[in-house]
């Protein structure tokens, strides 16, 4: 089952019109490359064009821990391991705007009817909100519904809809929210989370009838379709770390390929696993994909890279910083290559509590 790509935009990205080229990006379509003679001006690969391309919300960020000048938080169940400073706040509103993209201009795939998002007794809970972003658009979209975020660092806005309400919580603790919801969303929780099928009984337990459940993460193994990853690839060699400090923390990376089988374990029924190529760089024929392309080279080159990796590398790896440094800079010299043609798999799993 795959989602209706006729549905209203919510990136707020210019990805072009209806006319120009655009194609699907299921994880069995081949993403056609941009010709080599082609010409468009939206395409800079520079450092100067990137910076200029970021906008977000900003947040004040209250306490947490400083490791090698980046700051996490210092609540929760587990040392999470990505950052909740400034910098880490520009980059989660900038992931936002690329997965809506990605999926075809949508907060979410689940088929959940809109007329049940709509009355005023709808709830909809944001697991791991970060800056709250995901929440505000969906309190917006269904003006109707509360919406509650949670996240273990409080970096959301002050000035939100009236509808949309942020606390401080841990996914990971026994949940005690006051009524159920209609729908239960999480994004990107990588090294959040350490025992998935608690949380999916979590949610399953605090859905109401009939309610949906949806999970979305990356898999940071890099794939291409054309095999141009280059020879000792420093991606590659990025990503290998970045699954052994995952594993090391008991939170692997290859979780959301268990999700739909833990889903179904819950009790879960109508469970989809879709899964998208997410390219790296803007190589990519389709002006939507080239667009989320950008965006993903934006996230590398302007310190994702070191998002996800600074803390597990020399805390749990025990490793040398600069070695570190060496190693994402050749990383981010090939994402900036056009000729590299190279993705990641963004899983999408949801499923239903039964009536």
Known sequence: MYPDPDLPIDSGVDAGTSSEFDQDNY???IIQVQPDDASFSDEGYDDSDTSSFLSSILSEVRRGVEVEGRIYPS????EYGMPMDEKELDRNDLQHRKYTLLLG????ITPIPDERL???NARILDLGTGTGIWAIDMADKFAAAEVLGVDIAPTQPTF?????IFEIDDVEEEWQYRAPFDFVHGRDLMTAVRDWPR???QSYTHLKPGGWIELSSTIPEVHSDDNTIPPNSGYVEAARLYFEMAEKMGAPLDAPRSWAEQMRAAGFINVEDVVYKLPMGAWARSKRLRMVGRLELAMITDG???AYMTRGYTQILKGNPENLQIILALARKEVKDPNNHTYVHFHVTYGQKPE
């Open 105 to 108: 201009d949508r907060l979410y």
């Open 27 to 29: 994880g069995s379509d």
């Open 199 to 201: 949380l999916i009984s």
């Open 75 to 78: 609540y929760g169940k587990h």
């Open 118 to 120: 709509s009355n005023s």
């Open 160 to 164: 939100v809809p009236p509808n949309c």
């Open 304 to 306: 994702g890279f070191e």
